[in-house]
C-alpha cells in the first residue's frame, strides 16, 4: 500500500518527498515491527478531508517552517555559507486533541526534529545538554517566507514536480469547441469517407457533462466531476471499429473509443514527426482516463495510475490547488486535441 502512495520530488531533485517516513527500517527499506513510521505536512495534509484536525495539524507545523524560513534569513553570510547559529527546537502545542481528551496534543522535542528530518527541504536537529536545537546553517529555506499553511508549503516543497510541463498556454477555443472541431476535422478526411461511418464522431449524450467542461473546480468533488465530465466525452466518441485481429495484436483486445481513435489516426497521419505529435496527444488523452479511474475505484493500482498520470500532467502529487489542477488539465487536453487536428490537417 505504502508503495502506491503518490511521491513528490524535493526542492533540488535531491530525491523523493513522501507522504510518510520511516525509521529503523530494514536494509532493504522493508519495515518490521521496530519501525518508527510518521507522516510528513505531505501526509497530514494528504488525509485533512477525512481527519481536519491533521490537516489543521498540517497548516501549524507549515507556519513553524515559515518562521525558520524568517529566523535563517536573519543569519549573516559568510564568503563559504551562512554563519553558524542554531534555534531552540521546544516542545509544540497544536490544535488537536488526542483521543479522549479536551487538552489539545503537545509533540514533544524529539517528534518535532523527526519531522523537519525528513521534510522536503530536511533541517538537521541535534540533542544536547538543553534540549534539541535546530541547525538552519546552509539551509535552502528562503522560499519557504511568508508560508504559513500546507498547501503553501506544499506549493514550494513539490514546486518541480515530477515533470515540468511549463505554463499553459491559453487555446483561442474552449475546450469542448476544440472537441468539436476535432469532429469536423476528422469527418472531412478520406479515410473517414471511405469508412461509410454513418454517425458523427462526437456524440453528446449529456449537457451537463459539456457545460460542465467550462465551469471551475473550487473542491476534490468539483475536480472528479470535471474529469468525468471530460471522460464521458471522450468515451463516447464514435469511430469506425478496429478490425479484429488488429484489436487482439495492437490494443490487447480493446475497441473502445481510445483504441478506435488511435487506429483511425494511424491510418491518417502516417508521416514524422506528426506520428510523434500523435502519439503523445493520445497518451495525455489516457491520463485522463487514469485520473478518472483512480476517482472512481480505489485500489493501490489505480492510486498508482493516478499518481502516475498527475506527474504527466505536471501536477503536484497531492492537490494545493482544485481550481488550477483543472485549469491544467483542461489547457492541457484542448492543447493535445489541437495538435492532433494539426496533425491531420498536415496530412489532409
Known amino acids: 500500500m ?27 527499506g522493508v519495515p518490521n515491527d521496530g519501525s518508527t513510521f510518521g507522516l510528513t505536512i505531505a501526509g497530514l495534509h494528504a488525509v485533512r478531508a477525512h481527519n481536519p484536525q491533521l490537516g489543521e495539524m498540517a497548516d501549524q507545523l507549515a ?20 554563519a553558524s547559529w542554531q534555534a531552540p527546537l521546544m516542545d509544540f502545542t497544536v490544535g488537536v486533541r488526542s483521543p479522549g481528551s479536551v487538552l489539545p496534543l503537545t509533540l514533544g522535542a524529539g517528534s518535532i526534529a523527526a519531522i523537519l528530518n525528513n521534510e522536503s527541504e530536511p533541517v538537521r536537529s541535534v540533542e544536547s545538554a538543553d534540549g534539541y536545537r535546530c541547525d538552519l546553517r546552509g539551509r535552502r529555506l528562503r522560499p519557504f517566507l511568508g508560508v504559513t499553511t500546507a498547501p503553501e508549503y506544499l506549493a514550494v516543497a513539490w ?28 469527418e472531412a478526411t ?45 468515451d463516447h466518441l464514435s469511430l469506425p471499429a478496429v478490425p479484429l485481429e488488429t484489436a487482439n495484436r495492437q490494443f490487447g483486445g480493446a475497441n473502445g473509443s481510445v483504441a478506435r481513435l488511435e487506429y483511425a489516426l494511424g491510418q491518417i497521419v502516417t508521416e514524422s514527426p506528426y506520428t510523434d505529435q500523435v502519439r ?11 485520473l478518472r479511474v483512480a476517482a472512481q475505484h480505489d485500489t493501490d493500482a489505480t492510486r498508482a495510475r493516478g499518481a502516475r498520470a498527475r506527474s504527466h500532467f505536471g501536477l503536484t502529487p497531492i492537490p494545493v490547488s482544485w481550481g488550477g489542477d483543472w485549469d491544467t488539465v483542461r489547457g492541457l487536453v484542448a492543447r493535445a486535441l489541437s495538435d492532433i487536428i494539426d496533425a491531420v490537417q498536415a496530412e489532409n
Open 280 to 290: 503523445a496527444a493520445l497518451g495525455v488523452i489516457r491520463d485522463v482516463r487514469d
Open 2 to 28: 505504502l508503495a502506491s502512495l503518490p511521491i513528490g520530488r524535493a526542492i533540488d531533485d535531491r530525491g523523493p518527498y513522501r507522504l510518510y517516513w520511516l525509521l529503523d527500517v530494514t536494509q532493504d
Open 190 to 234: 478520406d479515410h473517414w469517407k471511405a469508412s461509410g461511418h454513418p454517425e458523427h464522431l462526437i456524440q453528446i449524450r449529456s449537457l451537463s457533462a459539456a457545460a460542465a467542461l467550462g465551469q471551475d473546480a473550487a473542491t476534490g468533488a468539483d475536480f472528479d466531476n470535471r474529469i468525468s465530465s471530460l471522460w464521458t466525452i471522450i
Open 63 to 82: 507556519t513553524f517552517y515559515g518562521a525558520l524560513a524568517r529566523e535563517a534569513g536573519q543569519i549573516p553570510a559568510t564568503p563559504y555559507e551562512a
Open 159 to 186: 514546486r518541480d514536480g515530477d515533470r515540468a510541463v511549463g505554463d499553459v498556454s491559453p487555446s483561442p477555443l474552449t475546450l469542448i469547441q476544440t472537441i468539436d472541431y476535432l469532429g469536423y476535422v476528422l
